[in-house]
């Protein structure tokens, strides 16, 4: 049949594929030959690659720190190696570059060498936003390009087959090392049992011995290490890794020259067959089968069958090929539809912006056409996020660091939405940035789970701090261990019976250790078979009960060591005083060996005690009679009652006190006595309770006479038992305290007749003062009318004098009467806030202005930290300028010459804005501070003299601060200096 016009046939086809199919084959003999022994040597050493001329050759010094192998360490010859050294070494031949090295203990000194100069780069850390050092782009520093990118994965033992991922170790034990990626990512993960530890050898070791039941670390060098130790089938890797971390070289941000010539050598060296031997080397991963030649060629060869295939077939394939792209073009669109993160797509070029639908209503727009700019985006971020964001696009554009950032976009309707924003910009064979594509999740609701999840820490802390202050107020020490006899917490007497420092009793201790300690500070007095009883007692099995272990301290005390086993397998361990016991025992034994040493005599002496036992008898009378006597002429009411609290004697005030004869008491309940029966009975189960105490504390009930008449009384009882210490009865003692009641309720009633007239007191100050200032600002008039000799001068000079001080005491007395009116007004609850919205700077700034001319006249500067930044504060104006001036003032007053006075403002974590009035002056001990805020009083005595004063300035400036809804701290120390600190809420933080 003959084919269609316009295609070839069958048979002219087939020639064509079978040439392309011989030269692929060629292509890929060649590329899979083996190239001589000379090349491959030369690409194994790095720095027998071209060098650049001798003119470029500049020497950078490295800073390296001494561990962890295998990317960091130390040979025997006291040289750096590893594979991070390797592959510096490796790009510094390619950028034509000598190294040299400076050795440290940690990254943190590596940075700190590297800012300060003293070495121009860190060969590999973490390129993540919170490394070990400072985040990425601040303090001036800057990354390479990624020389290494791996998987950050969980490892538990070969046998733990119930672990799949993070999720199965809720209250288990995870492995952290310090440093690491994996530290940061966990280490305040509540549900997990953290520990960390500071090389990952003895973190793996731990692992192995079961000590912990997972570990995360870096993937490859896990790999390493498990191959170096002998570990390998102990240990795996288990579910998706964790996150992918890139290391890169850290530079400082303004040698863009170095960072130019070793970002082209980055991309000139990794992934040669030099990197991944090196890799190999480190690592124990062979090299991959694609080298680059065979790669070359392999591409060469599908470059040319593309060619031949194009130049074939392109009128068909231009068709098939503007199909498929209109098909792309319907995936895309249904992708962009269908995704739940926005899209957008930026133009560089033309400044064009792209925003999905989905982008459109994560932020609340959807449905409306935004103006396609940048412009659009930067008017919705949120102003707080606003310097980050530009920061974070500025590095991505200019250094190729990754663009991933969380920020809040504010939504039409004004409430803010959290986003993860991600993007991946393209760039022209200038290295300019051409397009950028990026993507935005709403991530709103785990920022309110991690802010949920911060205040229940938060809360746990509290919880803790206050069962640490709980536990160190009891007399006993106490310590909790964990089910592997792992110290958790313990109490200030725990430490100071043993001896032991926080840092030796600090939780993770194991029992075993503490009791070493013991041994060797000869702290516990043992020896022999004891010895080793007290070293290995803590490692027995915990599910066996354990009864009270004894030992001795050095200093000669006792303690009993009582050990009690919780559900979850903890052990509370309760160490009590017992030295008096023990002496009270001791003495106890010598009067028992004394006994058996007279029981001889005692039998000899028998006869004659029978004899004496007659004499016994009467004396056993005489005091019978005598408790009779005391039982019936006691002022207070005495009763004595059988084991079911039946009355069976009573004295006489007994009788005179309830109204009753003795024959109507007697045998009776003492129910009789009460005026309910409900108090009788709580009575008698606590009586009850409390039967085996020697005595019985005081308490209080109404009685209620024969005639019906109730009257309180205070009961101080006492069970009454035989010689095998059974209850026989009670014998108690009430006492009418009508009297005393009615003696308390009158002080109540003086009390709160006091408060009154304290009341009554702060309006008539508050009416005195303004009926004193109407007559005193006639006299400030005047005075300052003939002070300024308006009508003409004044014939005398003394006259000018004497006008000068009417004026100035005019003032002053003003300021007085002032300040009680203000003391009055707050005190009756009528002071009034004429809110509005302030600007802070300004204010600060008059206030400062109205200190000056004293500041100055008393040698003192004046700071102002209060910068236009700050947002509007809403208050009230003119008493926001008298609590800064009343603080200012007092700075002033009590800051010696030379002496220096800053007002600062910020606003703090929790959105609240905190002025601060900080000076350098004498400063106030604790009791002066108490003083100083008691209306009328002043804090050091012989200062407060030092600028007049009622005393009232703080009293007045802690009135108006609490009017506001805010609260005043000071924090003053003596001879330093005072730093005030008022504090507004949040809600009156307008913007």
Not at 707 to 720: C, K, M, R, S, Y
Request: aromatic content about 6%; charged content about 30%; some cysteine.
């Amino acid at each position: 049949m003959k084919p269609p016009a316009g295609r070839p046939s069958a048979g002219r086809r087939r020639v064509p594929v079978v040439l392309l199919a011989l030269y692929l084959l060629a292509v890929a003999l060649g590329a899979g030959l083996p190239r001589p022994a000379q090349a491959q040597d030369r690409e194994t050493t790095p720095r027998e690659t071209t060098p650049a001329a001798a003119s470029e050759i500049r020497t950078v010094v490295a800073a390296v720190p001494r561990s962890p192998l295998p990317r960091y360490g130390i040979d025997g010859r006291g040289r750096p190696r590893g594979f991070a050294i390797d592959v510096l070494e490796g790009i510094t031949a390619k950028a034509g570059l000598a190294v040299t090295y400076l050795l440290t203990d940690n990254l943190a000194d590596a940075a700190t060498a590297l800012k300060n100069g003293e070495a121009d780069l860190i060969p590999s850390i973490p390129m993540e936003p919170k490394g070990p050092l400072e985040p990425k782009g601040k303090a001036g520093f800057a990354f390479s390009a990624p020389v290494e990118t791996f998987a950050l994965s969980l490892f538990v033992r070969d046998d733990a087959f119930d672990i799949k991922g993070i999720g199965d170790l809720t209250g288990r034990k995870l492995a952290l090392v310090d440093s690491t990626p994996g530290y940061r990512l966990y280490k305040d993960r509540q549900d997990l049992n953290v520990k960390v530890f500071r090389d990952v050898q003895t973190a793996l070791l731990e692992l192995t011995t079961g000590y912990v039941d997972a570990l995360v670390y870096p993937q490859p060098e896990m790999q390493g290490l498990l191959r170096e130790t002998g570990n390998r089938g102990r240990v795996k890797a288990v579910g998706r890794p964790l996150v992918k971390i890139q290391h890169a070289m850290r530079l400082r941000m303004e040698d863009g020259q170095l960072i130019t010539r070793l970002n082209r050598a980055v991309g000139q060296f990794v992934g040669t067959p030099a990197y991944q031997r090196i890799h190999a080397k480190w690592y124990g991963e062979p090299p991959p089968y694609w080298t680059a030649a065979r790669a070359a060629g392999a591409v060469g060869g599908l470059l040319g069958l593309v060619i031949i295939v194009l130049v074939v077939w392109r009128y068909r394939t231009a068709a098939e090929l503007n199909r498929e792209l209109k098909a792309n073009k319907d995936r895309f669109a249904r992708a962009v539809t269908s995704t739940n993160d926005g899209i957008w797509e930026w133009n560089i070029l033309t400044h064009h912006v792209y925003f999905s639908p989905r982008w459109k209503q994560i932020v609340g727009r959807e449905g409306e056409e935004l103006d396609p700019t940048l412009k659009t985006f930067e008017a919705m971020l949120h102003p707080d996020d606003a310097d980050r964001h530009s920061e974070a696009l500025r590095a991505h554009l200019e250094n190729k660091a990754p663009y991933n950032i969380e920020i809040r976009l504010r939504k039409k309707d004004g409430e803010d939405v959290w986003v993860r924003a991600r993007g991946q910009a393209s760039w022209n064979t200038s290295g300019d940035p051409i397009y950028m594509t990026g993507s935005i999740t709403n991530v709103t609701d785990r920022k309110k789970a991690e802010n949920s999840l911060r205040e229940n820490i938060r809360l746990a802390r509290a919880f803790e701090s206050r069962l640490q202050d709980a536990i160190d107020n009891v007399t006993d020490g106490i310590a909790l261990f964990s089910s592997e006899n792992h110290l958790i917490l313990c109490n200030r007497n725990f430490r100071d019976f043993y001896g032991y420092s926080e840092e030796e009793a600090a939780p993770g201790t194991h029992c075993h250790d503490l009791s070493r300690l013991d041994m060797e500070r000869q702290s516990v007095i043992v020896s022999g078979e004891f010895k080793e009883e007290y070293i290995h007692r803590r490692d027995s099995d915990t599910t066996k009960s354990r009864s009270p272990f004894i030992v001795q301290l050095k200093d000669g005390r006792w303690l009993e060591i009582r050990d009690y086993k919780s559900r979850d397998g903890s052990v509370i361990s309760i160490h009590t005083d017992i030295t008096e016991r023990r002496r009270a025992e001791e003495a106890l034994r010598e009067s028992n060996e004394d006994l058996e040493r007279r029981v001889e005599e005692r039998t000899a002496e028998l006869t004659r005690e029978i004899a004496e036992r007659g004499k016994a008898e009467k004396e056993l009378d005489r005091q019978r009679i005598l408790f009779e006597n005391v039982f019936r002429d006691s002022p207070d009411a005495m009763v004595l009652a059988d084991a079911d609290r039946n009355i069976t004697m009573c004295n006489p005030a007994m009788t005179e006190l309830f109204g009753y004869r003795p024959e109507d008491l007697l045998g009776k309940m003492m129910a009789v006595l009460y005026e309910n029966q409900e108090e009788f009975e709580h009575q008698g189960r606590e009586r009850n309770a409390m039967s085996a105490e020697a005595k019985l504390k005081p308490y209080v009930v109404n009685y209620a006479r024969k005639n019906g008449e109730i009257f309180p009384g205070e009961t101080v009882g006492a069970p009454i038992h035989d010689e095998a210490g059974n209850v026989l009865g009670f014998i108690g003692i009430i006492r009418d305290i009508s009297e005393r009641e009615q003696a308390r309720r009158e002080l109540i009633n003086a009390k709160q007749e006091a408060e009154a007239a304290n009341r009554v007191k702060s309006e008539f100050l508050a009416n005195m003062s303004h009926e004193l200032r109407t007559p005193l600002n006639a006299i400030i008039g005047f005075s300052d009318t003939m002070r300024e000799q308006v009508f003409g001068p004044l014939s005398n000079k003394k006259y000018e004098d004497y006008v000068h001080n009417i004026y100035e005491s005019g003032e002053h007395l003003m300021d007085l009467i002032n300040d009680v009116l203000d003391v009055s007004v707050i005190e009756t609850a009528e002071l009034k806030l004429d809110e509005e919205d302030v600007d802070l700077g300004r204010l600060s700034e008059a206030s400062l202005q109205l200190v000056r001319l004293r500041a100055e006249k008393n040698g003192v500067r004046l700071v102002n930290k209060v910068g236009d930044w700050l947002p509007r504060l809403k208050c009230d104006a003119r008493r926001l300028k008298q609590i800064l001036l009343n603080l200012l003032d007092n700075a002033i007053k009590f800051t010696p010459e030379n002496g220096e006075v800053t007002l600062d403002a910020e606003i703090r974590a929790d959105g609240t804005l905190a002025f601060t009035v900080s000076d350098t002056g004498v400063g106030m001990t604790p009791q002066e501070m108490e003083e100083a805020m008691v209306p009328f009083g002043h804090g050091d005595p012989t200062l407060s003299r030092k600028g007049e004063g009622p005393g009232l300035g703080l009293t007045v400036t802690t009135g108006l601060v609490e009017a506001h809804g805010a609260t005043l701290e000071i924090d003053s120390v003596s001879g330093q200096g005072t730093t005030v600190t008022v504090r507004f809420p949040a809600n009156r933080v307008t913007g």
